[in-house]
């Protein structure tokens, strides 16, 4: 198993600009996330997913976008890059409530 | 939410006990531990959880007080591969979420 896979693993964009981040999973996992990390921080929650066509909202969601049509693809949507949002993104899955989260290896962006 | 309460760094000599403790003194009591720690760079890794008892693995023990109102992740035998960020975390009601704080970091030395 590959795990949790995410790409790019850096990327550089200019303000205003759109991208989305990719994140698989191969494990069958229902629940998937998306975090951010700033320098010398922990992590944040952006969005989760308990499921295909489930979605729902972390602590930091604004300024972003999910969708899940598929269990093993969370993609991460940025619309109209801001610096705030420069951070190295995490995506995690897990098989259940208590179950624990497999993270994949960041996508480290900045927004300049 | 139940926060918890970290030192900011540790030190520990190489092949001894690193001991970190965790303050949650405002845990519920279906509300689980969680250690995960973070090398360099990298993805976090989870080590161990628990809810009342102490538990073991091939990683790490972690010890729960009996109020449940703290605990401690024991690396028995620490290696300089064990220096990283150690997140102490209780997971939020009966969700999915893992709030991360800014965690130990340890640093072991030769």
């Known amino acids: 198993n590959a795990g949790v896979t995410q790409t790019p693993k850096f990327r550089i964009l200019k303000i205003g600009q759109s991208m989305t981040l990719q994140c698989t999973q191969d494990?069958?996992?229902?629940?998937m996330y998306w975090y951010r990390q700033d320098p010398g921080m922990g992590l944040k929650l952006i969005y989760y997913?308990?499921?295909?066509?489930?979605?729902d909202k972390g602590e930091v969601p604004n300024g972003y976008n999910v969708s899940r049509s598929t269990t093993e693809d969370f993609p991460l949507r940025l619309e109209l890059a801001a610096p705030s949002q420069t951070s190295v993104y995490f995506c995690?899955?897990?098989?259940?409530?208590?179950?624990?989260?497999?993270f994949g290896p960041g996508t480290r962006l900045t927004v300049t | 939410d139940a926060k918890t309460t970290q030192p900011p760094s540790m030190d520990c000599a190489e092949g001894r006990a690193a001991n970190l403790p965790c303050n949650h003194s405002?845990?519920?009591?279906?509300?689980?531990v969680y250690w995960y720690r973070q090398i360099h760079s990298q993805g976090p890794q989870y080590i161990i959880h628990?809810?009342?008892n102490n538990e073991t693995n091939e990683m790490a023990s972690l010890i729960i007080t009996e109020d449940r109102k703290s605990s401690t992740l024991i690396l028995p035998h620490a290696t300089l591969r064990d220096t990283a960020v150690y997140y102490c975390?209780?997971?939020?009601?009966?969700?999915?979420?893992?709030?991360f704080g800014t965690g130990t970091r340890l640093q072991v030395f030769p």
């Open positions: 995690a899955s897990s098989q259940g409530l208590a179950g624990e989260q497999y």
């Open positions: 494990m069958n996992h229902n629940y």
């Open positions: 997913s308990v499921g295909a066509g489930i979605t």
């Open positions: 405002t845990i519920s009591g279906n509300e689980y």
């Open positions: 628990g809810l009342k």
């Open positions: 975390i209780v997971r939020v009601g009966s969700t999915d979420k893992l709030i």
